[in-house]
């Protein structure tokens, strides 16, 4: 069997890592992947690291597409991604999440009747304003498996008459979470670069459009870290398109009392989420490591997929006023959540699975 992996995005790149390594453990022989890079996240520190240290094999495909508006680079995307099903012809597409990439590769697929596997399924935020609500509604809906991460993602997609293909396997960022966090504490000197102690920080990151676009809520967010950061460090991995709006919009001096990086490396990120005391973030991934890794979160969106870790009491919803981010960070470090009895996210076993149902 061949599969045709569609990658693109950092998040993206750290959940194709537990696939890729079931695949190369369990199922060598069996499965052949091919793995394409559409090259939306693609510099060295959102793209080459990724690959280096979770041991992810080189892209046969590097398709080097990125920047432009969303309808632009879907195009291109799909233009490329059409080019190499067409010569690999395989008898799978696996995608992964809700990126541009997702999407490019979901439609190029179906309009060439090869069967889409669409991991990390039957999320939905219900705000038709995100461009990744798109994105995976869509995805979904040209999905002949669809990997569900939670039983809440089996039951959106049912009470959208999509019951056929549906299986709950778990959370592939959970496979991930478990393998790497010792290998995390053991080889990153992340803390002793940036010169903090353990559970003495606050860890941000902050790169959604409906934050980064609007500079009402940027500053907003901004505001609260700088407000944070005069009583507990602030580290704030900084994306290059925030970075760049920040300068725009004349907000750089909020960032003065923050301490703010580069893109980490993943292993750096994981090291600096386990040894934080509180995680504020608007990424959809790093909320659930914080649940995986017990650091309590806020959440600086007005909604999340991850109901979960907040019905769960370890992520708050805050929305982007300055007010209410200092209120539940001050609330959520008096009184930090008990520990995790059940486990909505699966076993750790999620690759597996998906492998197994492909196969």
């Excluded at 002793?192 to 500053?219: I, K, M, S, W, Y």
């Amino acid at each position: 069997m061949k599969v045709v992996t569609v990658v693109g995005a950092r998040p993206q790149f750290i959940k194709a890592a537990a696939v890729s390594r079931a695949l190369r453990t369990g199922h060598a022989g069996k499965i052949e992947e091919v793995l394409v890079h559409t090259g939306q996240h693609y510099d060295d520190n959102m793209s080459k690291v990724f690959f280096d240290e979770l041991d992810i094999p080189q892209p046969a495909y590097n398709l080097e597409i990125s920047g432009g508006q969303h309808g632009a680079m879907t195009g291109r995307m799909l233009e490329g991604v059409e080019k190499v099903l067409l010569q690999e012809k395989p008898d799978w597409l696996l995608i992964y999440g809700d990126t541009n990439s997702t999407l490019a590769g979901a439609l190029a697929a179906a309009k060439l009747h090869i069967p889409v596997a669409h991991v990390e399924a039957g999320l939905r935020s219900f705000n038709m304003r995100m461009p990744e609500e798109i994105n995976r509604i869509l995805a979904d809906r040209v999905s002949s498996l669809l990997f569900c991460p939670t039983e809440t993602a089996v039951h959106n997609l049912k009470a959208e008459g999509v019951c056929r293909g549906v299986h709950n396997v778990g959370d592939v960022m959970f496979d991930v979470a478990l393998f790497y966090r010792e290998r995390a504490r053991q080889n990153s000197n992340v803390l002793q670069t940036l010169g903090l102690a353990p559970g003495a920080f606050a860890l941000a990151t902050c790169h959604r459009a409906e934050n980064t676009d609007d500079p009402v809520r940027l500053r907003a967010i901004l505001s609260a870290l700088a407000d944070i950061a005069t009583r507990l460090p602030v580290v704030l991995p900084l994306h290059p398109r925030t970075r760049k709006l920040i300068g725009d919009y004349g907000m750089a001096a909020l960032l003065a009392r923050i301490t703010v990086t580069e893109p980490l490396p993943f292993l750096d990120m994981v090291a600096l989420e386990q040894a934080s005391r509180v995680i504020l973030t608007d990424s959809g991934g790093v909320q659930k490591e914080a649940f995986f890794y017990g650091i309590p979160c806020i959440t600086m969106r007005d909604e999340t997929e991850w109901v979960e870790t907040v019905d769960l009491g370890w992520n708050q919803l805050v929305g982007a006023c300055t007010e209410a981010i200092l209120i539940a960070t001050n609330e959520i470090m008096q009184n930090p959540p008990n520990g995790v009895a059940t486990k909505p996210y699966g076993t750790g076993n999620a690759a597996n699975d998906i492998l197994a149902l492909l196969a």
